[in-house]
């Protein structure tokens, strides 16, 4: 600490000192290519510096989520992109089979009492139960198309 202020107060009389005894300030061309060239190698040291660190640290990552995969082999855990992955599936496979979802639309109690009918009949019921409804559906059609003057 009284270096620091001894310097402090002699330090701005010997840089008065220096310009009255007839330092000039101005560096020579040959000082400022070699203060160019000190301060390349220094940026360069920084940047090569900076590289090494960056390769360090990905493989001690590396190193890390080896470890980390061995315990989820042991454990039988699954990564977490894994298990986003499934869920996705699993939803597209609900809603292709009409959704079980939270979100799926309510049967009426017509349609609630028609699919226990449904369940209810037997082969040959539910055979002439489809051949009724596609005469009538031909029968609809023919009528729709047929015009009685």
Same mark, same amino acid.
């Given at each position: 600490m ?8 002699? !330090? ?6 220096? @310009?009255?005894? @007839? !330092? &000039?300030? =101005?560096?020579?061309d040959?000082?400022?290519e070699?203060?160019?060239e000190?301060e $390349? ?6 940047a090569?510096?900076?590289?090494g ?5 990905r493989?001690?990552?590396e190193?890390?989520?080896g470890? $980390?995969?061995?315990i $989820?082999?042991k ?9 986003e992955a +499934?869920?996705?599936?699993q939803?597209?496979? #609900?809603?292709?089979? @009409?959704? @079980? !979802?939270?979100?799926? /639309? ?6 609630l009492? /028609?699919e226990?009918?449904?369940? &209810? #009949? &037997?082969?040959?019921?539910?055979f002439?139960?489809?051949l009724?409804? #596609?005469?009538? +559906?031909?029968?609809? #059609?023919? =009528? !729709? ?5």
């Open positions: 009284a270096m620091f202020v001894a310097k402090q107060m002699m !330090g701005s009389k010997l840089n008065a000192a220096k @310009g009255v005894v @007839g !330092g &000039d300030n =101005e560096m020579t040959e000082e400022k070699k203060a160019e000190a $390349r190698e220094r940026l360069e040291a920084l090569e510096a900076e590289e660190r960056k390769e360090k640290h493989k001690m990552e190193e890390r989520e470890m $980390r995969q061995g $989820r082999d454990y039988g855990i699954k990564k977490k992109e894994e298990i +499934e869920a996705a599936e939803a597209a496979a #609900q809603e292709a089979e @009409g959704g @079980g !979802g939270l979100n799926r /639309r309510k049967k009426t109690p017509e349609e009492a /028609r226990a009918e449904l369940e &209810d #009949q &037997d082969d040959f019921t539910k002439k139960n489809s009724e409804t #596609q005469v009538n +559906e031909i029968k609809q #059609q023919m =009528e !729709g198309k047929c015009v009685l003057q």
